[in-house]
């Protein structure tokens, strides 16, 4: 009896260590839409740029700014999503070959002025200081 339960022991500790590799292994979910990449529902679009074969777009919750760089259909092209609160130096920001989108940038800056942008293969746009609230 003490040997069955030794072995169910390992055989259920086999099993969940495989369940837990298999579960950290697996492909993040592509957020489907810009709000989706920033985090859901809460977020709505208060500004937006075109990019050509790309389009940045610029979310707030009512706290938080985000910045996403959607791409008009899958490819390997470079993409860039980039933000910053006025008077810091530091770009928060999410470069990379990635096939559909850069980002999620966040930042926090309620009443303050944001610089935002994104780049698409060689084309970018970088917004003044605005959206101060």
């Given at each position: 009896m003490?040997?069955?339960?030794?072995?169910?022991?390992?055989?259920?500790?086999?099993?969940?260590?495989?369940?837990?590799?298999?579960?950290?292994?697996?492909?993040?979910?592509?957020?489907?839409?810009?709000?989706?990449?920033?985090?859901?529902?809460?977020?709505?679009?208060?500004?937006?740029?075109?990019?050509?074969?790309?389009?940045?777009?610029?979310?707030?919750?009512?706290?938080?700014?985000?910045?996403?760089?959607?791409?008009?259909?899958?490819?390997?092209?470079?993409v860039?999503?980039?933000?910053?609160?006025?008077?810091?130096?530091?770009?928060?920001?999410?470069?990379?070959?990635?096939?559909?989108?850069?980002?999620?940038?966040?930042?926090?800056?309620?009443?303050?002025?944001?610089?935002?942008?994104?780049?698409?293969?060689?084309?970018?746009?970088?917004?003044?200081?605005?959206?101060?609230?």
């Amino acid at each position: 009896m003490r040997r069955f339960k030794q072995g169910a022991a390992l055989a259920v500790a086999t099993v969940a260590a495989l369940a837990g590799a298999l579960a950290t292994s697996s492909p993040a979910m592509a957020a489907s839409s810009p709000i989706s990449a920033c985090g859901g529902g809460s977020y709505h679009v208060i500004d937006q740029h075109d990019l050509g074969k790309a389009t940045v777009y610029l979310l707030y919750n009512g706290t938080t700014n985000c910045v996403v760089t959607w791409k008009d259909s899958p490819n390997s092209t470079y993409v860039n999503a980039v933000m910053r609160v006025e008077g810091s130096t530091t770009w928060g920001q999410d470069p990379g070959n990635f096939s559909t989108y850069a980002g999620p940038v966040k930042i926090s800056a309620k009443g303050q002025c944001i610089q935002w942008g994104g780049i698409y293969g060689s084309a970018y746009y970088t917004s003044p200081f605005e959206h101060c609230g």
